[in-house]
């Protein structure tokens, strides 16, 4: 079948269950156009890789030809998950989460206060880096920064084939997809002391989604609610 959106977006959401921890593990999905569309989560106690694993089958992903991209920011349970339910689909790793984690491995090999000098320059190479137009500058650049940094360049290299160009052929290279939306729903749900039981917190969420997908489209939220 048709994938679900040439991109597919995949993190996890934090709530709280008459106290306990649960997990919200949500796919969301980016078209050609630019357009944007919660697919759906899963309620789970974990987000272990067979918690994903059953996740994306109950949403239906592991019924789609792997024509898309799946975005993470790493999460090794996400990435195995995939693997399993999705073979041979192409894996991005967000980069705004690796140059994150590039400056804590910077800020650990150099955490004086009078490293700050350095600590910016190794950083504006791991930009130039991560967001080459093409994969021969990227090249370029690691080599020349693994002549005297060969512990940030090997680093790097263990993840930089799941990063594709900084190019028009690539125009989501981040899962920004998913943290502006999280961000929507921690806002909203604050000042709730959790929710009473499972169904209520799937419902909640349930009706979030389809009231964003319908806001970010243009659409009336109503009749996706109450068809």
Known sequence: GRPPGRYLALDEVHHRVRGQSRWFLSVRAQDAAGGKHWVGSVLSSDRSQDAWETALVELGISRYNPAFAVISDGDQAIESAVATTLPGVRFQR??????????????????????????????????????????????RSLAILNDDFPWLAGQLSRVLDRIPPKADDHPVRTNNLMERGFRDLRRRTRTMDGFGSDQGAANFHLLWMLKENARTNGRDYLPAILP
Request: aromatic share 6%.
């Open 94 to 139: 967000c980069t705004w989460h690796l140059k994150h984690n590039a400056a804590e491995w910077i800020r650990e090999r150099f955490p004086r206060p009078e490293d700050e000098g350095q600590r910016r320059g190794l950083m504006a190479a791991v930009h130039t880096i991560v967001d080459a137009p093409t994969l021969t500058q990227r090249a």
